[in-house]
């Protein structure tokens, strides 16, 4: 029994090149840790800024696949750490109970002298072989720090501990190859993989921010957005153009999804006089502690999946936690 990893790219597999930009360029089994995986995939060389939604699809279902090898105990993916947290969390959305599986990556590229990648990388290996580790869904580990999907955002752009887990911390801690588990995270029943499609609903997230006058929501509902996850202030609040732009996105049958741009609370209707309580009343759906790009994708899954606004917003409601 072993783990297996599947290496994308990111700067874990990067150099610089002779125009002094870094750009991928290690193959995957040159990222492999000796005598620890079952067998090394190589998916993809590219960095995650550049990956489509068809793409982590293609990787979830490899991910799934290596799953079903009763060989397999868990499995590893290589990742550059922009976008981790989105295909991370799009995977734990389809990853049945009791499976791992661990994404990693690297803040400093492969010919830096002080590398971070091969620690991350033997450290996610451990984790997802850990017996203790088993049934925890899709995790990141960095830094020694390992967080659970739904939770991980990338906090620092350069420091190696790139990744926190806001108002939670991280579920466990890799020392000297040891994983120490603390609180295991609460998983919610999420997607089959077959229901998701291709993910072609389109999405659109929209911040808000000082005199917002709403201009972008317009943009997305003539773009044909059947959903829209607004990333408002504070506890959920629009500013006046904002909230008129949504009620229009309401009436037309736009599912929305409040998020809060803070990094720590919940999203939840508080305020009246044009604030989130008028949000809640015109039909908007408060996303509790989710951020906005988690948001996105769950709002995507449960269009494909149920294809209107009402049952896709019911399926996801146990998934908006405080």
């Known amino acids: 029994m072993g783990v297996s990893i599947v290496t994308t790219g990111g700067t874990i597999a990067s150099r610089p090149a002779p125009d002094g930009a870094v750009r991928v360029a ?14 090394v995939h190589e998916m993809m060389l590219t960095h995650s800024f550049n990956l489509t939604r068809a793409e982590v699809l293609r990787l979830a279902r490899r991910i799934l696949a290596e799953l079903r090898d009763p060989g397999v105990d868990g499995v590893v993916v290589t990742h550059g750490t922009d976008t981790m947290e989105e295909t991370a969390y799009l995977v734990d959305l389809v990853l049945p109970p009791p499976c791992t599986v661990v994404f990693t990556g690297a803040q400093r590229h492969a010919g830096a002298p002080d590398a971070d990648g091969p620690r991350n990388l033997a450290d996610a290996v451990a984790v997802a072989a850990a017996p203790q580790a088993r049934g925890m869904g899709a995790l990141i580990t960095m830094a020694g720090q390992v967080h659970a999907a739904r939770y991980a955002t990338k906090a620092h752009t350069l420091r190696p501990e790139a990744f926190a887990s806001p108002g939670h911390g991280p579920v466990a801690r890799v020392r000297d190859g040891r994983v120490e588990v ?31 006058d709403g201009v972008q929501i317009a943009a997305c509902r ?22 008129r732009e949504i009620g229009a996105c309401l009436r037309e049958g736009i599912a929305v999804l409040v998020a809060s741009r803070c990094a720590e ?29 988690r948001a996105r994708l769950l709002l995507m899954a449960a269009l494909a999946a149920e294809g209107g606004p009402e049952k896709a917003l019911e399926r996801i409601r146990p998934h908006l936690l405080p």
């Open 265 to 293: 609370g919940p999203a939840t209707p508080v305020y009246g006089a044009g604030g989130g309580a008028d949000l809640a009343r015109a039909g908007a759906v408060f996303a509790g502690s989710l951020s906005a790009p």
């Open 222 to 243: 003539a773009a044909g957005a059947r959903g829209l996850v607004l990333q408002a202030l504070g506890t959920g609040n629009p500013t006046p153009g904002v909230l």
């Open 182 to 212: 603390g609180s295991p995270p609460t998983r919610t029943d999420g997607f089959r993989i077959d229901e998701l499609g291709e993910l072609e609903a389109r999405v659109d997230v929209v911040p808000v921010y000082l005199d917002a």
């Open 26 to 39: 290690v193959r995957g089994p040159e990222l492999a840790v000796p005598g620890a995986a079952v067998r």
